[in-house]
């Protein structure tokens, strides 16, 4: 991610990938996908579950994420292998959180672990699980934009509430081919397309912002200057 081409994974969570002051349309159409379809579900998967658990906890310090609820990833989808104490939900994202208009959509290669606070947990997560279901049950990207639209819209899905947000401070995070590590961050979700009443995205502006269209929300971003281990992240560039 930089300040032109920002990648998000998590949402819905996001991976979600986003160009500030472009559409991700404009994006998708001029970059031809190197993943125009779902490869083998082996390569999505991690073989060792202690390895999966060990990256989510790595999106937060482990002050947090030491007592959230680990999700990990198997062939049935996910399912809970640590219960946690905090409300917080730590889980390593794949490349189907992002639009499903997005190049890397279909990337094996992403990994985003994200820790989720109660809640992102409760009202964000529940979209990204659903599309995970979808993934699994060999739907095509407009039969899962479609599915996902037709549940917020009936209310199977729960809104938004206020207050979400989630850490993405893991140094393992592979957001995606092109930006890959970018820097330790958090995110704050907010209902609606509302980047322009928080000044986002202007020149000047230190507001980074997304809107996400298919969750129905606007996710705002702040880098941090610290890995969730403590270390120094990369020097902060445009």
Request: neutral net charge.
């Amino acid at each position: 991610m930089r300040k032109n081409s920002v990648m998000i994974i998590a949402l819905a969570f996001l991976v979600l990938a986003v160009i500030p002051g472009t559409t991700r349309v404009a994006r998708a159409q001029s970059e031809k996908s190197a993943y125009p379809a779902m490869a083998p579900l082996d390569r999505y998967l991690m073989p060792d579950e202690n390895a999966e658990i060990a990256l989510a906890r790595s999106a937060a310090p482990a002050s947090i994420s030491d007592e959230a609820e680990v999700m990990v990833l198997g062939r049935n989808g996910y399912r809970i292998a640590l219960k946690g104490s905090n409300g917080f939900l730590c889980i390593v994202e794949r490349s189907w959180a992002s639009a499903t208009d997005e190049p890397d959509f279909w990337n094996p290669k992403v990994r985003a672990p994200n820790c989720f606070n109660p809640p992102a947990a409760r009202t964000l997560v529940p979209i990204y699980l659903m599309k995970t279901k979808l993934v699994l049950a060999d739907k095509s990207n407009a039969e899962i934009a479609q599915a996902t639209a037709s549940a917020l819209d009936n209310r199977e899905l729960p809104a938004l509430e206020t207050g979400a947000m989630c850490y993405m401070m893991s140094k393992q995070q592979y957001l995606g081919d092109r930006d890959m590590r970018w820097h330790p961050h958090l995110m704050f979700f907010v209902a609606g397309d509302v980047a322009k009443s928080w000044g986002a995205n202007l020149p000047g502006s230190p507001v980074m912002a997304a809107n996400d269209p298919e969750e129905r929300a606007t996710i705002f971003l702040v880098k941090v200057g610290k890995w969730s281990d403590g270390t120094p992240s990369p020097r902060m560039v445009p």
